[in-house]
């Protein structure tokens, strides 16, 4: 079955970095964007950005540009989100998610997301 | 920057319709998405491109779309069926997904 499984929690100082790694199976990686959002507890989700593993093409919101790096390697079918310079308001669960469109969909036509990966909790305290 | 609005509950006893609306302006141009979240469960997804249902959800899930704003459904509810409920959509561009902020969705 299509599954995305997450790297572990981690706790992190502040001003460090963290890379979450997203590893895909039950499909063919590189035909679907990977997306990246976060959850700070209690609260709702952020769409964080997204990638396309096959051109390692990304995009993020302003948000988190210049602080989000997503990687892919694609012999083990695996994408990376690692953001810089954390802050106490970073600590959240952090998801994965494959990015799905039709076969008519156009460019620009937003995508919907399924599956989910398991979520990740980083936790950024001094 | 472009928002999708929820209620923030909706409360409804075993047996009844629950019905959760999100408006935004680009609906217009865009489909919804609908995801149910329960308490400590990863996002699922429950509807895509307004009115379609994944294999494997039930029959009593639907979603409608009318102008600027889509409406989740949930015909019969169960206990089953509490959770938060978020819709998801694009900017009229498609460059930016966005979230709606979520409703609670309580059966009494």
Same mark, same amino acid.
């Given at each position: 079955? =299509?599954?995305? =499984? ?28 990977? $997306? ?15 990638? $396309?593993? $096959?051109?390692? $093409? ?8 210049? %602080?989000?790096?997503?990687? %892919? ?5 695996? !994408? ?6 954390? %802050?106490?308001?970073?600590? !959240?669960?952090?998801?994965?998610? %494959? ?9 620009? !036509? ?17 | 920057?472009?928002?999708?609005? @929820? ?5 409804? /006893?075993? +047996? ?7 408006? #935004? ?6 489909? #919804? ?5 329960? /308490? ?8 895509? *491109? ?11 899930? /639907? ?12 015909? +019969?509810? @169960? ?8 819709? @998801? /959509? ?11 902020? +979520?409703? *609670?969705?309580?059966?009494?």
């Amino acid at each position: 079955q =299509v599954q995305l =499984v997450q790297s572990g929690a981690e706790v992190k100082k502040p001003g460090a970095s963290v890379k979450v790694s997203c590893k895909a199976s039950g499909y063919t990686f590189t035909s679907y964007e990977i $997306n990246w959002v976060r959850q700070a507890t209690g609260q709702g989700l952020e769409w964080m950005g997204w990638m $396309n593993p $096959n051109s390692e $093409n990304t995009g993020s919101t302003q948000n988190f540009q210049g %602080r989000v790096t997503m990687t %892919r390697n694609t012999s083990i079918s695996t !994408a990376y989100m690692e953001l810089s310079s954390l %802050r106490s308001e970073d600590t !959240a669960v952090y998801y994965c998610a %494959r990015g799905c469109r039709s076969s008519s969909s156009t460019p620009a !036509a937003s995508p919907w997301f399924d599956p989910w990966g398991q979520g990740t909790l980083i936790t950024v305290s001094s | 920057s472009y928002e999708l609005t @929820q209620p923030p509950s909706v409360s409804v /006893s075993p +047996g009844q319709t629950a019905r959760i609306t999100c408006s #935004g302006d680009a609906l217009s141009k865009q489909y #919804g998405y609908w995801y149910q979240q329960k /308490s400590g469960q990863a996002p699922l997804l429950v509807i895509y *491109k307004d009115n379609e249902r994944p294999s494997g959800i039930p029959e009593r899930f /639907s979603g409608s779309s009318s102008g600027t704003t889509v409406t989740f459904t949930i015909s +019969g509810v @169960q206990a089953e069926d509490e959770a938060d409920y978020y819709c @998801q /959509s694009a900017d009229s561009s498609g460059t930016y997904v966005v979230f709606g902020g +979520g409703t *609670k969705l309580t059966v009494l």
